[in-house]
């Protein structure tokens, strides 16, 4: 499938309405282009995720880890690893 995991794009599929009004894909391949259009990044970690979404110009210093692993654009993959996924 390449670059994103078989996780990853299940994961992304399944949940999509968390960040977008309607569904941005229907299959594991639409899925798998839409992510890499956006360019969607795979953390190892909620510091990582902290670390990314700061380096992009967003101000997440004053969020608790909860608070980041519930933002919608952060996908928790239920192995410890988080989808970064910017609209």
């Given at each position: ?71 919608a654009e952060v996908f928790p993959l239920g ?9």
């Open positions: 499938m390449g670059y994103y995991s078989k996780q990853c794009i299940d994961v992304f599929l399944e949940n999509q309405k968390q960040l977008f009004d309607k569904p941005v894909a229907s299959t594991p391949e639409e899925a798998q282009e839409f992510l890499e259009d956006c360019m969607a990044a795979v953390a190892g970690s909620l510091k990582e995720v902290q670390a990314y979404l700061e380096e992009g110009g967003m101000d997440v210093s004053g969020l608790s880890p909860e608070e980041l692993a519930e933002m192995d410890g690893t988080y989808l970064i996924v910017e609209a």
